[in-house]
């Protein structure tokens, strides 16, 4: 039996954040440092929301993960440039959201 999509989404939320925080932090490189950067724009928010919910297809599942992340980056970047409070490093909250929701989302399953 294969494992459900909310399940591999929370999976690849804990990888996602997990890895773009450790790339951000500490890459030696700013070409590294610049991937950590797109991995956090692309996933975790998204997966922190989507490994609760789901879609019905593996297409969709991915597609709503990628299009809520992009959403919520934009979003907080828009605020913080409004605000004139520009602090690029809050944004790496996002990642440590998506790690405390997936990982609630496995835990979940654990005492199911």
């Known amino acids: 039996m294969s494992r459900p999509r909310t399940e591999l989404t929370a ?13 951000v932090l500490g890459a030696p490189w700013h070409a ?4 950590g950067s797109l991995l956090l724009a692309l996933v975790p928010a998204g997966a922190a ?3 609760w919910v789901d879609s019905g297809e593996n ?3 991915a597609g709503l993960t990628l299009a809520l992340s992009l959403a919520t980056f934009a979003i907080a ?3 913080m440039v409004w605000a004139q409070a520009w ?7 996002l990642a440590g ?16």
């Open 11 to 23: 999976y690849a939320g804990l990888a996602a954040s997990a890895v773009a925080l450790a790339l």
């Open 32 to 35: 590294m440092a610049l991937a």
């Open 49 to 51: 929301v989507m490994c």
């Open 59 to 61: 297409a969709a599942q």
């Open 77 to 79: 970047s828009a605020i």
């Open 87 to 93: 602090h690029p490093q809050v944004l790496l909250a």
């Open 97 to 112: 959201a998506g790690f405390v929701s997936c990982a609630a989302r496995l835990q979940r399953d654990v005492y199911r």
